[in-house]
């Protein structure tokens, strides 16, 4: 990431002053005649376009960083979290890109002619290129930051924070917010405060208008449900995974003897094991081991019925409660709720660290359901 900063400011350096005078151009068409710009300062004329081009590099070279950034955070996002995250990452960065353009074409032309406006007869207006530079930076910054509020509010209603309808009802907050917010990232000027307010506030509606697309598409995923996994999968070698009682209710865990070994913490198909809705399939050892657990299980009841004694369940082992995680999504995606939950709660007390984790994963789809 630096050296592309650095490759990208080498290009532009060389043309500092130039990118400068494009800069300087909305003050400089409203200042009076035979006004122009100074330095007061010695170093100034260098300093000035050195630092501009350093700018402009980090701006122009934002989307190959963000990439960067999105290759180093992506190996730990799942599936879905992917598919959301490229369009937002790609809308982030157009709408910082417009909001710096807002901020040039439209913003700049009203701030200085209000101030050329303003300025105290007998007070010769001659603007320090430095202090300019300082200026315009922080609107851009501000107005590029104020145009993300649609991603901001989209992530909200997407990880589940909130509900449009409860962004709605805050409306009056946002307005106030939007306003001090604009205080606090313009300079000392009501114009450029509210040229920043308003925007702020028309991208909090439009942010909350996208969102319920976010939310019909997350319901209709939780009312349709994962897709039943094909029972044929695996051939005649194929072990179902136990339904409830110990029966081989489910067969949503049918894995052929014969198929090779899936990699650790990747399904069958590819997927990852840890995603909502997903779970490891088991080996035949570990199947052989899960049936023997079922039979002590069934073996103790038995024993339970016929002498009468109160059975008080040990430990599960860790097969038992693979075998719990396959039986509750099987439930799962019958729409069995209750009895689902009441199975995952086993695992979080007894079950290890990735066990829970599975465990944790369905019962966030279950809350969607």
């Not at 052989?288 to 002590?296: M, P």
């Not at 038995?302 to 599960?316: I, K, L, T």
């Amino acid at each position: 990431m630096v050296v592309a900063v650095l490759v990208v400011f080498v290009v532009l350096f060389p043309f500092g002053n130039d990118i400068y005078t494009m800069i300087a151009e909305p003050i400089r068409a409203q200042l009076p005649e035979g006004s122009q710009m100074i330095a007061t300062q010695v170093a100034s004329p260098f300093l000035t376009p050195f630092k501009l081009a350093l700018v402009a590099a980090v701006f122009l070279a934002m989307p190959y960083l963000l990439y960067q950034l999105w290759a180093f955070v992506a190996p730990g996002l799942y599936t879905h979290e992917k598919r959301l995250a490229v369009p937002l990452l790609t809308s982030s960065i157009v709408l910082f890109y417009l909001g710096m353009a807002f901020a040039y074409f439209v913003v700049f032309p009203l701030v200085f002619r209000f101030f050329t406006s303003v300025t105290p007869e007998g007070v010769a207006q001659m603007p320090d290129i430095a202090f300019y530079l300082e200026f315009v930076l922080k609107l851009f910054f501000a107005f590029g930051i104020a145009f993300e509020i649609p991603i901001a509010t989209i992530l909200l209603v997407a990880i589940g924070a909130t509900t449009p309808e409860a962004l709605g009802r805050k409306r009056p907050y946002v307005i106030v917010g939007v306003f001090i917010a604009g205080m606090l990232l313009t300079p000392p000027d009501v114009i450029s405060q509210t040229l920043l307010a308003i925007p702020m506030w028309l991208l909090y509606e439009a942010g909350i208008f996208f969102s319920r697309f976010f939310q019909r598409r997350a319901e209709a995923g939780a009312a349709g449900g994962a897709p039943a996994p094909d029972p044929g999968q695996g051939g005649g070698g194929g072990l179902p995974v136990t339904g409830s009682g110990g029966g081989a209710g489910s067969s949503a865990g049918f894995r052929s003897t014969s198929d090779p070994e899936p990699e650790v913490g990747r399904d069958i198909d590819g997927g990852d094991m840890y995603e909502p809705g997903r779970y490891r399939p088991m080996t035949a050892a570990e199947m052989e081991a899960e049936l023997d657990a079922i039979e002590a299980e069934e073996a103790a009841a038995d024993a339970r019925d016929e002498h009468d004694a109160p059975y008080v369940p040990g430990p599960a082992s860790a097969d038992a409660l693979e075998a719990l995680i396959r039986q509750a999504n099987a439930l799962r995606l019958d729409g069995q709720v209750a009895p689902a939950r009441a199975l995952l709660y086993r695992v979080l007390e007894d079950g290890d660290d990735d066990q829970r984790r599975v465990a944790r994963n369905i019962l966030a789809d279950l809350d969607q359901l």
